[in-house]
């Protein structure tokens, strides 16, 4: 049941409102927070999500592409710990050995992108449940892996991409990349189709 607004802010290029509602009968003891934010460029929307992210150790991902309906684009983001894991084959080892990131239940956090004209209106809800916020179950960004990828590509061994990404983490808050394996690089290196290191480093990887 939807409650009265607690707060409604104004600031810059955006405006904020917080709503409150409650969750089903199941978890009654529990609320889930909302905000509604009016944004005017898909960059300022892309650093927020990426702030959101990164203070709250979560991640957000599209299950299905961009909806247009009467010229407005929807998009819909769910925490990615959302959802069943896909086993089958190899996946039913990886399972056991470490886990999944899925949760087999829906979290209710979730952001909501509604793009008409130059304006984005998105909805953002808070709340997380039945799982914890843990940097080890997050993915690597997009980013990372791209500059991973760049010096797998010169011929970096596998080990010594490892020690220099654990060498940069003294003195920075932790994050997901300070924690890549080599399942992490062998990953990267067969999505980026890159075959083998370079000979200058004078080893394989």
Known sequence: TSR?????QCAGAHRLKTTVLKLPIT???KYIFYNIYTLFILLE?????HEIEETHKCQFVKRTSTKKVNNIE?????CHRSFY????GKGKRSLKNGGSV???KICPSY???????NQLIVEYSSTHLWHQNEIGKLRLTTADRAQLAGKLSMGVPIQRVLNDVRDS???TTLKRLHLIEKRDLYNIKRDYNINKCFTNYGQNS
């Open 85 to 88: 894991p896909r086993i089958s």
């Open 169 to 171: 983490m003294e003195g």
């Open 45 to 49: 929307f892309e650093k927020w999500k």
């Open 111 to 117: 952001i909501k992108l509604h793009k008409k004209d």
């Open 4 to 8: 009265a607004l607690t707060a409604h």
């Open 102 to 104: 899925k949760i087999g």
């Open 27 to 29: 978890v009654k003891e």
């Open 74 to 78: 929807y998009s819909y983001y769910y």
